[in-house]
Structures are given as structure tokens and as C-alpha cells.
């Protein structure tokens, strides 16, 4: 009969063989090479790589883990990708999608949100049937990205084109109002908590900080040049925004309204991602075709990681077993 000690070992064993297939991946959209890629965050090796539409800019998962939709404003396409086998399932196409762009995933799982930048649209898609249900125009030149509110209550827009940040109620699928944000308003990002928007303006070098509450700008920080993306670590403590003239990340404190650091990552730095337990960001460098690895800790790039050859968006998931 098994001793007790032989039991704990045997335990042990097994549990570190059910956990060792798991590993966190980053799906990174390989704008230049056409293509969705896998990036071990643990190993920094792509293991994976998925061709998808022409010129994919942005990533996002399903709430189920298993399913990603891909952007792809070069075709006017987007691609339905299984994860856990690594395969294109449908690639959707229609007249609504005119440099189809931002994505962003409803809490309940069923909707993911899409920006048709030249209709000037934000289209709703049905995670089931793979099919539009509804859109609604914006009314705005170039709606660009859209983020959530953490209950999806809320969709916020920016209209790079029309330098404003569209706000619209989900439920009642109707305008809220046009919030005025700065020249060549871009990325966007909300606080963990939803009380704070935080948009970079592309042309004018600087951050705007929304309160949710009142939909007014609050205050503006000078950034550095040509911020295209902005991303909240979980913790709500800080924005990082992302620079593609530049080559640097800058970090905000949005306690003191302050940027607290200036980190130079790669060539034309955009998209952005963190580690499961938000002590990492991944900042994607289009131009150098790597991945940037910042410690959030001592503000440091702790590792470099080839990345295709022009890696931007991306979304982080969790694989029991690799494609």
C-alpha cells in the first residue's frame, strides 16, 4: 500500500504535469506579414502562426477563451480564428467594413464591437452565428478604436478624422454625445474601473483624461511624439501610451497627473498587452518587428522577442496545449 509520502510525491507530479501544457501566449496581428502570431511569453519563441486578411492592425478573444477575431483593414475582412487549433475558420466579409479597425468583446460574451473607420460605422457581430446584427453610424470622420465600459453598457469611439471621442449607450444602440478630444485622436483606453478615459491625440503630442461620469475632458498631459495607443494596467494606477514617432512608452501616474517614466522600447511601438498578473507590459514594435517586454516595477525593458515583421495589436491568452 502507497505510504503517505509516496502519495504527496505522486500528487505533486501530477499536478505539475497538468499545469506544465498551460502557458500565457500573446496573439499578435502581423500587419506587414499578413498573418496572426503566437508569442510564448514564457519562452519568447513564436510557436504559431496564422494566415489571416491583408494588413491586420488589431486582436481580440472571446470571453470563452477560444475563439479570436482579427481585424484586417488591407482586405476589408475579418478573420475568425479557433485558438486552440491554430486554423482560420471563416473569414467575414461585407459592405459595411471599410477599414474595419478597433474591437472590442461585450462583458456578456455574445457581441463583439467593430469600427468601419471609412462608413463610419460601429458594428455589433453575433459571437454565435458569425453575423451582423446590427449598426449604427457615428456620424464622425474616421471612428477609429472602441473600448467598453466594464459593465458594456458603453461604447467610446475615437474619430480620429473629426477630433472627437463618439460615446454610445449599447443598449438603447443610440449616440450619447461627441466629446471633444484633441487633433488626430487615437488610442483609448478606460481605467480598470471605468471611471476614467484616457486618449492620446496623435497630432497634438498629449494625453486626454475623460471623467466617465460627467463626459468631459478633466485635464491633458504633453506626451511624447506621435502616441498612438494607450493601455491601463489592472491595477488602475497608471496609463502607458505608446509613441510611433518617438520609439518610447510613456507612463502616467493618473494619481498625479504625471508622467513618472519615459521608456524607449523598439522602431514605431503600438499596441500594447500585460501579463496575467500585471507586473509586465508587451508593447509591439511595428517597424522592428519585436515585442518589448517592460517591467512595470523598475520601468525597465527586461527582454526583446522577434515578433514577424510588423507586429501591432494584440491580446493575451491562456493555452492548455499549443497549436
Not at 81 to 108: M, N
Not at 177 to 201: F, K, Q, S, W, Y
Not at 259 to 264: D, I, L, P
Request: glycine share 10%.
Amino acid at each position: 500500500m502507497p505510504t503517505t509520502r509516496a502519495l504527496t510525491a505522486a500528487l505533486l507530479v501530477s499536478l505539475a504535469v497538468a499545469t506544465t501544457g498551460a502557458a500565457d501566449t500573446l496573439l499578435i496581428a502581423d500587419k506587414t506579414g499578413h498573418r496572426l502570431l503566437y508569442l510564448d511569453t514564457g519562452t519568447g519563441r513564436v510557436t504559431h502562426s496564422v494566415v489571416v486578411g491583408e494588413n491586420p492592425h488589431e486582436v481580440v478573444v472571446t470571453r470563452d477563451g477560444r475563439t479570436a477575431f482579427v481585424a484586417n483593414p488591407g482586405s476589408n475582412t475579418i478573420s475568425i480564428v479557433d485558438i486552440a487549433t491554430g486554423v482560420e475558420r471563416k473569414r467575414l466579409s461585407s459592405p459595411l467594413f471599410g477599414f474595419p479597425h478597433g474591437l472590442a468583446v461585450h462583458p456578456d460574451g455574445r457581441t463583439i464591437y467593430l469600427t468601419s473607420e471609412q462608413q463610419q460605422l460601429l458594428i455589433a457581430l453575433d459571437v454565435e452565428t458569425l453575423e451582423i446584427a446590427k449598426h449604427l453610424s457615428t456620424g464622425m470622420d474616421g471612428s477609429h478604436m472602441v473600448v467598453l465600459s466594464p459593465d458594456g453598457g458603453r461604447a467610446y469611439i475615437t474619430d480620429r478624422g473629426s477630433a472627437r471621442v463618439t460615446v454610445v449607450d449599447t443598449a438603447r444602440w443610440a449616440i450619447v454625445t461627441h466629446i471633444p478630444a484633441g487633433d488626430g485622436v487615437e488610442g483609448i483606453a478606460l481605467t480598470p474601473d471605468g471611471r476614467l478615459l484616457v486618449v492620446a491625440n496623435r497630432n497634438d503630442n498629449d494625453v486626454h483624461v475623460i471623467d466617465t461620469a460627467t463626459l468631459r475632458p478633466v485635464w491633458t498631459v504633453p506626451v511624447g511624439e506621435g502616441p498612438v495607443r494607450v493601455a491601463c494596467p489592472p491595477d488602475g494606477r497608471l496609463a502607458l501610451v505608446s509613441h510611433r514617432a518617438s520609439g518610447d512608452v510613456h507612463v502616467i501616474d493618473l494619481s498625479t497627473r504625471t508622467v513618472t517614466a519615459r521608456v524607449q522600447v523598439g522602431a514605431e511601438p503600438g499596441g500594447m498587452a500585460f501579463s496575467a498578473d500585471g507586473a509586465r507590459a508587451f508593447v509591439a514594435n511595428s517597424a522592428a518587428g519585436s515585442v518589448s517586454v517592460l517591467d512595470l516595477k523598475t520601468m525597465t525593458v527586461v527582454a526583446t522577442h522577434p515578433a514577424g515583421t510588423g507586429p501591432d495589436g494584440m491580446a493575451r491568452v491562456r493555452l492548455d496545449r499549443r497549436p
